[in-house]
């Protein structure tokens, strides 16, 4: 099992432009999150999925950012345009969502973002 | 709204040390509790759950017991070793919410030798 896999691991752009990162979930598993980790604003839920439609995108910060799951085994959430203030470690997890029980979230190794 | 508040870090121990981390909650149903452990370059991992009052959750020597009257998961080492030191998130999660989570800000732990 490989896990949830999230490319680049590192990222380091320039102010301006664009970024793309992306997320492989855990096969069979129909939900998938995007968090954001900042030392300021510490763990922030930016969107999720639940089979593959965005079910609360109220985190998303500004129009800058999207995301998309365009089927249950990828997702990517896109900066445009980047700004020094996105520099964060940016996670994806996923987990199986059933009526009414409770399945743990599986955690990515996260994306390090720099915007110089 | 939902809201898990946790007591600020760093918390520094020696080793063998008693550890606590505080966590109490605002929710506006009846919540589950987690615990989850972020160990340094790594994703966040399911450290304890409970899902209803007077539960108590366990794993790796941690402890967490449901307090609804105090509305608080407050988590529990007795004999910390340097591999605990992380940052350690209090969460819950409402039924409608699907398997959204609402965290708090996280403990980081550190301990020493």
């Known amino acids: 099992d490989a896990g949830v896999i999230q490319s680049p691991r590192h990222e380091v752009t320039e102010m301006g432009q664009e970024v793309t990162l992306r997320c492989k979930p855990i096969s069979g598993h129909n939900s998938l999150f995007w968090y954001r980790q900042t030392m300021m604003r510490g763990l922030e839920l930016l969107i999720y999925f639940n089979n593959n439609v965005p079910i609360d995108d109220s985190g998303m910060p500004e129009d800058r950012f999207s995301a998309k799951m365009p089927n249950a085994s990828f997702s990517t959430l896109k900066i445009q345009p980047s700004e020094p203030r996105d520099s964060a470690v940016y996670f994806c997890?996923?987990?199986?969502?059933?009526?009414?029980?409770?399945?743990?979230?599986?955690f990515g190794p996260g994306t390090r973002l720099t915007v110089l | 709204g939902d809201s898990v508040t946790q007591m600020e870090g760093p918390v520094t121990l020696s080793e063998e040390a008693f550890l606590t981390i505080n966590c109490t909650y605002t929710?506006?149903?009846?919540?589950?509790l987690f615990w989850y452990v972020q160990y340094p370059g790594e994703g966040l991992q399911l450290l304890l759950k409970?899902?209803?009052?007077?539960d108590k959750g366990s794993n790796k020597g941690f402890e967490a017991t449901y307090r609804k009257e105090t509305t608080s998961f407050h988590l529990e080492k007795g004999s910390v070793q340097v591999s605990d030191s992380a940052v350690y998130f209090c969460?819950?999660?409402?039924?409608?919410?699907?398997?959204?989570?609402?965290f708090g800000g996280g403990t980081r732990v550190l301990v020493k030798p």
């Open positions: 929710a506006t149903g009846y919540p589950s």
């Open positions: 409970a899902t209803k009052a007077d």
């Open positions: 969460a819950l999660r409402i039924e409608a919410a699907g398997n959204k989570l609402t």
């Open positions: 997890a996923s987990s199986y969502t059933d009526r009414g029980a409770y399945n743990e979230q599986f």
